[in-house]
T-cell receptor, first 114, second 115 residues
Framework: AQKVTQAQTEISVVEKEDVTLDCVYE???????LFWYKQPPSGELVFLIR??????QNEISGRYSWNFQKSTSSFNFTITASQVVDSAVYFCALITSGYSTLTFGKGTMLLVSP | ETGVTQTPRHLVMGMTNKKSLKCEQH?????MYWYKQSAKKPLELMFVYNFKEQTENNSVPSRFSPECPNSSHLFLHLHTLQPEDSALYLC??????????????FGPGTRLTVL
């Protein structure tokens, strides 16, 4: 079985603060892919990143960075210098080689106030 | 148009109505998906199609009937729904079901309200 846990239901920060969204996953497969999606109030899920299980390099894209640690089964997402436009629900998801479908976490709602 | 589009964006229907949701992807993908997103619940996968063939039905009630006439179009036919079926219905597509091209791209969703 596979599972994704996003323990933070809601996070509130003030603009320009850094914020980290946690994601912990469970799988018995050695080959898997992890994803982060952003869902703004408009409803559409926006793909942010995919990471495969054999690539533990951390990634930075502008103000976004991801920390993948297999030892702790975590794939955390950090937004540096947060902005109001970052306000959204963020989902972490997992797909393994034995499944064809994504397992989503429950999501973390991020509220960035001016 | 580009990406994944869904129509209508909002739908209000009575329990005895019959309506359909439409999804179209302009990405040349082979797989398409229907998800249900209810308040305070995780995203629930409903159906998966790969090359027009249904590969997964996640124990969805028969009042939801999917149709995939080609790899670019996916429909969800609705009839005799219940108020608890009110939710955001999201369509997604991916290049393949698995492997390195499996990231799913989502449409904006249809907000369904059943009265």
């Amino acid at each position: 079985a596979q599972k994704v846990t996003q323990a933070q239901t809601e996070i509130s920060v003030v603009e320009k603060e850094d914020v980290t969204l946690d994601c912990v996953y469970e799988t018995r497969d050695t080959t898997y892919y992890l994803f982060w999606y952003k869902q703004p109030p408009s409803g559409e899920l926006v793909f942010l990143i995919r990471r495969n299980s054999f690539d533990e390099q951390n990634e930075i894209s502008g103000r976004y960075s991801w920390n993948f640690q297999k030892s702790t089964s975590s794939f955390n997402f950090t937004i540096t210098a947060s902005q109001v436009v970052d306000s959204a629900v963020y989902f972490c998801a997992l797909i393994t080689s034995g499944y064809s479908t994504l397992t989503f976490g429950k999501g973390t709602m991020l509220l960035v106030s001016p | 148009e580009t990406g994944v589009t869904q129509t209508p964006r909002h739908l209000v229907m009575g329990m005895t109505n019959k309506k359909s949701l439409k999804c179209e992807q302009h990405l040349g993908h082979n797989a398409m998906y229907w998800y249900k997103q209810s308040a305070k619940k995780p995203l629930e996968l409903m159906f998966v199609y790969n090359f027009k063939e249904q590969t997964e039905n996640n124990s969805v009630p028969s009042r939801f009937s999917p149709e995939c006439p080609n790899s670019s179009h996916l429909f969800l036919h609705l009839h005799t729904l219940q108020p608890e079926d009110s939710a955001l219905y999201l369509c997604a597509s991916s290049q393949d079901l698995a492997g390195p091209f499996n990231e799913q791209f989502f449409g904006p969703g249809t907000r369904l309200t059943v009265l």
